[in-house]
């Protein structure tokens, strides 16, 4: 066997600075070294000047970024890389690094290896679609770099290092561990709050506190039975079995107006009535709309069929933390009745009620990550199942063993009934992973005390907080929350920012700067 190449140039994308530091690592191992390899950055790499003779060889080791997008250093290369004809000398090795939690997992690496052998240029070692985990690939790559850079071809056209994304159409069935309701039953309580754990050990899914779960749950088949009987055809539950049936999207509402030539239903689309479309869709299912403005003559099952999009996966805020091996959610059981019909939440249902696995899938929600250093305190501000990601955050804190300043903020009804996760959140203090816990059940006294009042007592403390670096975390209720806890923090920073610019709130700096952190739904 004789060495593949005389020439070696590790280029690499990177934004972080993870595959920066692994092409830096490979110029220095050894069987490389002896190559004294150039390292650059994807974006000064040349391709029609550099000679890509028979001795020179192409690494690149990358990451991806946005939607499947380069990283900044790689953004020049893949323009030039479109707009190249022929490259039948280049020989080439990707390495790329991603995150199967982003939908277009290792997308810039997987279009440069479609680019390059459109273009003719010839792979010496297949190429390797690595997870945050990516150390043990890496060593597994290069040791195999080594044998393909002494000769042995071969080794470089069998290595399989591929993780698979999962996804809507690609789920992974988690069986489920656990199902605990979480607050106490009484009959003016709150819609039971459940603990629900899925095990997810093996499943070689990934995914960090703050992140989302999808969850793809099966249709009522109570409902399906009912428009069923609507149209007065059986099968009609099979036909619409994995159809949405609750998300109706305004396409389809408009649709079903022409169809049904309803005046109503077109009045109710209209940009000045937006409003009442809101409310009247809310809990609304098709079988209300065909009922309130169509018959089944003017909107014949098959083409109903036709219409509605495939069952839209629902997503949970992720209790627990990446390294689990199980994933935790925190839900409510809503249920409601609208037009004599008794209805709950889809998914949420479908998870309490149904035996066997649960199709689901992860996706990475950067914004509501752990940032900072060890340094930087958080403000953790909950209400109700609002908790969940916070738990996640508190549980990711607790495994690091690198706890921080933290403080939670838990908002809800009723301390007896309504305390949710009250030991686990008692013993996360004791730890010392939780310095503070500060609840407000709104109902227990004569006056309503809400989050926004026990920030205000302990304004002390947070001015101090936010004065060393703090991030704000918060989750709960889109419509009062968020206009709440600003005005709060507007109120409690006010004087200690006094003779700062006035042309944003103390709030709204702080989201400019990052470190404010929403989950609102
Ligand atoms: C905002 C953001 C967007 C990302 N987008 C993707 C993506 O679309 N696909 C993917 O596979 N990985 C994605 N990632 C994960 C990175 O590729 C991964 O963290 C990688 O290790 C970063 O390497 P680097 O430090 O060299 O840039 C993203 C990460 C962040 C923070």
Redesign the pocket.
Known sequence: MHAIAQRVVIAYG???????ALAQALAAAPCVAALQPQVMPLNDVDLLQAPWGDEALLLIIS???????P?GNAEGFLARLRQSSSLAQLRYAIFG????A??????FTKQLDALLQERGAQAIINRVDAD?G?ADFFARWQSVLEQVLQGDAQAGLALSLRVIAYGENDAYAADILERRQLNHAAPDAEPGAYHIRLACEGSGMRWRAGDTLHVLAQNDPQLLAQLAQWYGAPEAAELLRDKELRQISKGVLRELARLGGSDALKGLLKFSQRQQLEQYLWGADVLDVLQDFCTPETVPLAQLAQLLSPRLPRAYSIASHGEAGHIDLCIRHVRYERQGRSREGMATHWLLAHDGPVQVYCR?N?GFRLTGDAATPLILIGTGTGIAPLMGLLRELQASGQPRQTCLFFGEKRQAQDFLYREELESLQAEGVLHQLVTAFSRDGAEKYYVQHALQEHAGTLRDWIAQGAHVYVCGNKQHLERAIGAAFDALLADAEQGAAHDETPWQRLGREGRVHLELY
């Open positions: 990177s934004e972080s600075g993870n595959a920066k990451s991806s970024f946005g939607d499947g997008e990283p690094l991603g995150d199967t982003y939908p277009n997992f290792c997308g945050i990516y990475a950067p």
